[in-house]
Nanobody, 120 residues
């Protein structure tokens, strides 16, 4: 299993911006896609954004137009640029690296998460 580490979380006021980073130190050959999830206190974890190995992106309706997922292949890092932040975006954000190897095996490596707090 690879090691996934998130960074970039913090405290920001409504309307502010943060950029999260997801660094993967494990194998890259089997990476199929990378996703950002978030989990607010007392709520279920939800998918925020994903980027495939081909570069296709997708977003939750609640963040479309405000968040942008991108990647730096040379650095083996995926980013989540978050603009126009709202108190409802307050959550712990997790990076998930989804793998699919040539044998068809699938697995996901998770990071420990980074906290984002947006004040009203």
């Amino acid at each position: 299993q690879g090691q996934v580490e998130e960074s970039g979380g913090g405290f920001v006021q409504t309307g502010g911006s943060l950029k999260l980073s997801c660094a993967n130190s494990g194998t890259i050959l089997s990476i199929n896609s990378v996703s950002w999830y978030r989990q607010a206190s007392g709520k279920q974890r939800e998918l925020v954004a994903s980027i495939t190995i081909g570069g296709a992106t997708s977003y939750a309706d609640s963040v479309k137009g405000r968040f942008t997922i991108s990647r730096d292949n040379a650095e083996n890092t995926v980013y989540l640029q978050m603009n126009s932040l709202e108190p409802e975006d307050t959550a712990r954000y997790y990076c998930a690296v989804h793998h699919l190897d040539f044998g068809g095996s699938r697995w996901t490596d998770w990071g420990q998460g980074t906290q984002v707090t947006v004040s009203s």
